[in-house]
């Protein structure tokens, strides 16, 4: 039968006091060490709609991540122009809906409040708007977040041109000692959505130590064109426009129509921070384990990898001089649904590409999304919320060459009584053996399951996902990484 919204409320309230005790107790070791990350946006918003469907996105998770500053830039798209009264329209249709979003989850900062983040870059292209006499609102606003008292690193997301961030760094450069400009740099994380202008280069050749991911060259060659790509061979229904206007745009409050319709790509901005969502399965300070916005790894790309005769809007494609952080390959295996016998069980395809690092999770992603824009409209007892996936051991195990050992989180649950799905699976590639998958040797929809660890003459390191989807809607997946150290 269909529960009432009363009645679904008893069992949510009825569901939680059953793990009043071990929630006290197991519930912050599962998710201790997640902190929300800090982070300052550039968007050339108004140069194509992805960047304002990018940030009606992002203000669904302000409570999760520190939003210090969103700045109107220029971009090759967009050379002579900045935007910030689009992000203040976009804010103020999510300051019609925080109150809603409050319910569901805590956190969400007054609209006023990220209104005073809004400042704006120099209406001027790349390089043209780096020197001295080039300072802008922006740019010093990045410095007072750069130079803010805060152990934690400062992301800066680039989703237009980076020449405010260039000035920042040239400003800082000009203005600081060796030592204290080294300390600065160090705390910066930048991720880029490829070059959209000239200045990019010249950070990573002027700043060799920056913290830096991006896919340099052609658009045709970079990661985050994994978030809105066709797969041939899947499932593409929630990247498609009917299912943007059914879950995100048509019926879903005023911030639901502040997001536009596709025009070039859906959200090619959006895997900036997508690594920074606290779902349990992202580090980003190791790219290399990969997360909702791909994965990446450190090293100087040649010039023949970057599409360097793709498009790139007219921007110079030049060769990397130091290693970034950059495209990396998945092979990846989905987990395919059964009517009949075991739930879900491993297919026999796989897929392998850079894309595939970002669009692996794509489902999980959009549903999460799809979640969380119903949160703005709909009371607590009528949505759906995460799972919280809870490990019986602790997320670094050490075992022997060839040992057994067990994953186990059968003291998962969730918030709102609904039925789990449990998927286990290794991640070669994040580990030492990227070559070598290691098959779970129970069935891998279990909450606890059997590995047997492979044969190592050296120590290896093994990493497995836990995978908890709740059969709400839309379903909500949430993770966990266990990472298994193998001595011979």
Same mark, same amino acid.
């Given at each position: 039968?269909?529960?009432?919204?009363?009645?679904?409320?008893?069992?949510?309230?009825?569901?939680?006091?059953?793990?009043? #005790?071990?929630?006290?107790?197991?519930?912050?070791?599962?998710?201790?060490?997640?902190?929300?990350?800090?982070?300052?946006?550039?968007?050339?918003?108004?140069?194509?709609?992805?960047?304002?469907?990018?940030?009606?996105?992002?203000?669904?998770?302000?409570?999760?991540?520190?939003?210090?500053?969103?700045?109107?830039?220029?971009?090759?798209? =967009?050379?002579?122009?900045?935007?910030?009264?689009?992000?203040? /329209?976009?804010?103020?249709?999510?300051?019609?809906?925080?109150?809603?979003?409050?319910?569901?989850?805590?956190?969400?900062?007054?609209?006023?409040?990220?209104? +005073? *983040?809004?400042?704006?870059?120099?209406?001027?292209?790349?390089?043209?708007?780096?020197?001295?006499? /080039?300072?802008?609102?922006?740019?010093?606003?990045?410095?007072?977040?750069?130079?803010?008292?805060?152990?934690?690193? *400062?992301?800066?997301?680039?989703?237009?041109?980076?020449?405010?961030?260039?000035?920042?760094?040239?400003?800082? =450069?000009?203005?600081?000692?060796?030592?204290?400009?080294?300390?600065?740099?160090?705390?910066?994380?930048?991720?880029?959505?490829?070059?959209?202008?000239?200045?990019?280069?010249?950070?990573?050749? =002027?700043?060799?130590?920056?913290?830096?991911?991006?896919?340099?060259?052609?658009?045709?060659?970079?990661?985050? #064109?994994?978030?809105?790509?066709?797969?041939?061979?899947?499932?593409?229904?929630?990247?498609?426009?009917?299912?943007?206007?059914?879950?995100?745009?048509?019926?879903?409050? %005023?911030?639901?129509? =502040?997001?536009?319709?596709?025009?070039?790509?859906?959200?090619?901005?959006?895997?900036?921070?997508?690594?920074?969502?606290?779902?349990?399965?992202? +580090?980003?300070?190791?790219?290399?384990?990969?997360?909702?916005?791909?994965?990446?790894?450190?090293?100087?790309?040649?010039?023949?990898?970057?599409?360097?005769?793709?498009?790139?809007?007219?921007?110079?494609?030049?060769?990397? #001089?130091?290693?970034?952080?950059?495209?990396?390959?998945?092979?990846?295996?989905?987990?395919?649904?059964?009517?009949?016998?075991?739930?879900? /069980?491993?297919?026999?395809?796989?897929?392998?590409?850079?894309? #595939?690092?970002?669009?692996?999770?794509?489902?999980?992603?959009?549903?999460?999304?799809?979640?969380?824009?119903?949160?703005?409209? /709909?009371?607590?007892?009528?949505?759906?919320? %995460? %799972?919280?996936?809870?490990?019986?051991?602790?997320?670094?195990?050490?075992?022997?060459?060839?040992?057994?050992?067990?994953?186990?989180?059968?003291?998962?649950? +969730?918030?709102?009584?609904?039925?789990?799905?449990?998927?286990?699976?290794?991640?070669?590639?994040?580990?030492?053996?990227?070559?070598?998958?290691?098959?779970?040797?129970?069935?891998?929809?279990?909450?606890?399951?059997?590995?047997?660890?492979?044969?190592?003459?050296?120590?290896?390191?093994?990493?497995?996902?836990?995978?908890?989807?709740?059969?709400?809607?839309?379903?909500?997946?949430?993770?966990?990484?266990?990472?298994?150290?193998?001595?011979?």
């Amino acid at each position: 039968m269909t529960l009432s919204s009363n009645s679904r409320f008893l069992t949510c309230v009825l569901v939680l006091m059953s793990f009043s #005790t071990f929630a006290l107790s197991e519930v912050p070791s599962a998710i201790a060490k997640q902190q929300n990350h800090r982070m300052v946006v550039l968007s050339d918003i108004e140069a194509d709609p992805d960047d304002a469907q990018t940030l009606v996105r992002l203000l669904l998770y302000v409570n999760q991540i520190d939003i210090e500053g969103l700045v109107a830039t220029t971009s090759v798209h =967009q050379k002579l122009m900045v935007a910030p009264e689009s992000m203040h /329209k976009i804010i103020d249709a999510y300051g019609l809906v925080r109150d809603n979003l409050e319910q569901h989850e805590k956190g969400f900062p007054s609209a006023k409040h990220l209104h +005073d *983040l809004v400042k704006k870059g120099l209406p001027i292209y790349g390089m043209q708007g780096v020197g001295e006499d /080039k300072d802008s609102p922006g740019s010093d606003w990045l410095i007072k977040a750069i130079e803010k008292r805060d152990p934690r690193p *400062l992301w800066v997301t680039v989703w237009g041109g980076a020449n405010t961030l260039a000035q920042a760094l040239f400003r800082l =450069q000009q203005t600081k000692s060796a030592d204290e400009l080294a300390a600065l740099v160090s705390k910066l994380r930048v991720y880029t959505i490829s070059d959209q202008d000239d200045s990019g280069a010249w950070i990573r050749k =002027q700043f060799p130590t920056l913290f830096y991911i991006v896919s340099p060259g052609g658009y045709g060659a970079a990661t985050w #064109t994994g978030i809105n790509t066709y797969v041939d061979g899947i499932d593409n229904t929630t990247i498609s426009n009917p299912w943007l206007a059914d879950n995100i745009q048509q019926g879903h409050g %005023p911030l639901g129509m =502040q997001y536009p319709d596709v025009a070039y790509g859906m959200e090619g901005d959006t895997p900036t921070w997508l690594n920074l969502i606290l779902n349990g399965l992202s +580090d980003p300070e190791h790219p290399q384990w990969g997360g909702w916005g791909g994965r990446y790894e450190l090293y100087v790309p040649k010039l023949a990898d970057m599409d360097p005769k793709g498009f790139t809007g007219g921007v110079p494609v030049e060769p990397e #001089t130091r290693a970034i952080w950059t495209n990396a390959t998945d092979t990846y295996m989905p987990a395919l649904s059964s009517e009949y016998g075991r739930s879900l /069980k491993l297919s026999d395809k796989s897929y392998t590409g850079y894309r #595939t690092t970002l669009w692996r999770w794509r489902d999980e992603l959009q549903n999460d999304f799809a979640a969380r824009m119903d949160w703005t409209t /709909k009371p607590y007892a009528e949505a759906n919320h %995460p %799972p919280v996936p809870v490990l019986n051991h602790e997320q670094t195990l050490t075992v022997q060459s060839e040992q057994y050992f067990n994953l186990d989180a059968r003291n998962s649950f +969730d918030p709102d009584g609904d039925s789990l799905q449990f998927w286990w699976f290794n991640y070669p590639e994040a580990g030492s053996l990227p070559d070598e998958y290691i098959k779970v040797t129970s069935a891998e929809n279990m909450n606890r399951v059997a590995v047997k660890a492979p044969k190592v003459t050296k120590p290896q390191q093994l990493h497995f996902i836990l995978k908890v989807t709740d059969r709400g809607t839309p379903a909500i997946t949430r993770y966990q990484r266990v990472i298994v150290n193998v001595n011979p």
